[in-house]
């Protein structure tokens, strides 16, 4: 049983080049409110709604995607049948925790902050699958 | 379940990495059957009973409550 859904391992290492500038330019639009300005497109309709459209945070949030998704299903160097199940085992667990911590968070966060839980909640799935698994490889590996 | 293949092992002096390349896993896979983390397939098992001459009834036994 192969599984065809994954990429080769070296894009592993280009999935955290995109990453991690993408969660700095996110947090930067989150928390100091950055923009690039190369990236707005004036409005033409000012009638009907009075600010101009930037697209810092859509390509932030996109890289960071991207980039998640390419270090998620990456091969390892040696696939195979126990790789497969921890992968499996690591996506379920990854569902199972992000759903607990985003019931968990809805009932402690309200308002405004709440904003802040719904953008976090996007990135957490491959987040906790890629904690997990190479967790459990790399605990393998030490023994 | 309990598995020998740690024995077998000895027995044929092979570290897990030689196991591992001689059937086509990981050493990850090895490890993880001999700390009982992980039940192979069918096909590995044949394998692993092939490439240490014994049956794999004697490399695998079912536990009292199983």
Do not use: C
Not at chain 1, 25 to 38: E, K, T
Not at chain 1, 78 to 87: A, F, K, Q, S
Not at chain 1, 136 to 141: E, P
Not at chain 2, 12 to 19: G, I, K, S, V, W
Request: net charge neutral; charged share 20%; no cysteine.
């Amino acid at each position: 049983m192969s599984n065809s859904l994954l990429i080769p391992n070296r894009y592993k290492r280009l999935g955290f080049i995109i990453l991690v500038p993408s969660l700095i330019l996110g947090a930067m639009y989150m928390f100091a409110d950055f923009q690039f300005d190369f990236l707005t497109i004036p409005n033409e309709n000012k009638k009907l709604f009075d600010l101009d459209f930037n697209f810092t945070d859509e390509i932030a949030l996109t890289g960071a995607i991207a980039g998640l998704l390419l270090i998620a299903f990456s091969r390892e160097k040696t696939e195979d049948e126990y790789i497969n199940t921890l992968r499996l085992e690591s996506l379920q667990w990854a569902v199972l925790i992000n759903y607990v911590l985003l019931v968990i968070a809805t009932w402690v966060v309200y308002d405004n902050p709440y904003w802040h839980v719904l953008i976090y909640n996007m990135l957490t799935i491959p987040i906790i699958f890629i904690i997990r698994f190479h967790y459990v490889l790399a605990k393998n590996k030490a023994q | 379940m309990k598995n020998t293949i740690k024995v077998q092992r000895a027995i044929h002096n092979m570290t897990q990495q030689d196991l591992a390349e001689k059937i086509g896993v990981s050493r990850q896979t090895i490890n993880a059957m001999e700390a009982n983390k992980y039940v192979p397939s069918t096909l590995l098992s044949l394998k692993i009973a092939r490439l240490f001459h014994v049956k794999v009834e004697e490399l695998f036994q079912l536990e009292e409550d199983e």
